[in-house]
């Protein structure tokens, strides 16, 4: 072979190999809010630039603004049990939502992201079924502040359009709606949920219910020999009602993959797996 071609597909070569190399790097680092360790996790441990792992319980740490002392935008910075970091980093403030959650948020400004034990949907709005009472909100000016007054007042899901709040107890159904962003209550101890997300795939069964009622039904029910302990709630198109999709797998790990169809995916947090 010529000398400068050899050259030259030599510089190409480590050149592509360098940049694989960044790619896999990149690929090993955990984005913010993704898990980053826990008893039995097996994935990858480093966050991204910016983000720290922050340890929530034996069984799960969470990648979170800031760093080991102080407490980036979002983060969570009190609470009760809670044993990390108080100080919020430079221009935000540590906000009481409740004797469970405090975290930073921007100084003098609301903050736009829904609380740990709330799932948030971008693009729904809950439908309010009848009888329904002491839905409306007035004095709110944001998401957050909308889903800390249903909170308050013992609701289950909250919507956000138009700068208008609305709290809800009872839902059976959803209206996707891209100017609407819909909230929805967990257990954050037992579940980890995530709108606009499924687990494609390891149906054991299915019920048309709520998605509260989703949350409880998975706790009991086993088909074929497979417990339940991870579930989507979602309203088909053309179906008048969600739909609760019970669903068993064994790797603890599995992430769920986004969905356009504005459901929400809950798996069951390592301490309550089971098959």
Same mark, same amino acid.
């Given at each position: ?44 441990? %480093?966050?991204?630039?910016? @983000?720290? *792992?922050? $340890?929530?319980?034996?069984? !799960? &740490?969470?990648? +979170? ?92 899901? %909250?919507?956000?359009?138009? @700068?208008? *709040?609305? $709290?809800?107890?009872?839902? !059976? &159904?959803?209206? +996707? ?99």
């Amino acid at each position: 072979m010529h000398s400068s071609l050899f050259t030259s597909v030599l510089l190409a070569a480590s050149a592509q190999a360098a940049h694989v190399h960044l790619r896999d790097i990149k690929a090993a680092q955990v984005d913010v809010w993704n898990q980053c360790g826990g008893k039995e996790y097996r994935g990858d441990t %480093a966050c991204t630039s910016g @983000n720290y *792992c922050k $340890v929530i319980n034996e069984w !799960y &740490s969470q990648c +979170q603004p800031g760093g080991q002392s102080e407490v980036g935008v979002w983060g969570q910075c009190g609470g009760k049990n809670y044993n990390g970091a108080t100080k919020c980093t430079s221009g935000n403030t540590c906000k009481v939502w409740n004797e469970w959650n405090s975290q930073c948020v921007p100084s003098n400004d609301q903050p736009a992201t829904a609380p740990l034990n709330w799932a948030q949907v971008d693009g729904v709005c809950y439908n309010k079924v009848e009888g329904d009472k002491d839905t409306t909100t007035s004095g709110i000016s944001s998401y957050e502040a909308c889903i800390n007054e249903a909170d308050k007042r013992g609701k289950l899901y %909250a919507n956000w359009k138009d @700068n208008t *709040c609305t $709290v809800l107890s009872t839902v !059976y &159904s959803y209206t +996707q709606d891209s100017h609407c962003k819909g909230a929805a209550k967990y257990n954050l101890e037992k579940y980890t949920c995530a709108g606009n997300t499924d687990f494609y795939g390891s149906d054991i069964g299915q019920a048309q219910t709520r998605f509260d009622r989703c949350l409880d039904e998975c706790d009991y029910y086993e088909s074929g020999g497979h417990k339940c302990n991870a579930f989507m709630w979602v309203r088909n198109p053309g179906s008048e009602f969600g739909i609760c999709y019970f669903k068993s797998f064994d790797d603890f790990n599995r992430k769920p993959s986004t969905s356009w169809l504005g459901g929400i995916s809950c798996k069951r947090n390592p301490k309550y797996m089971q098959h």
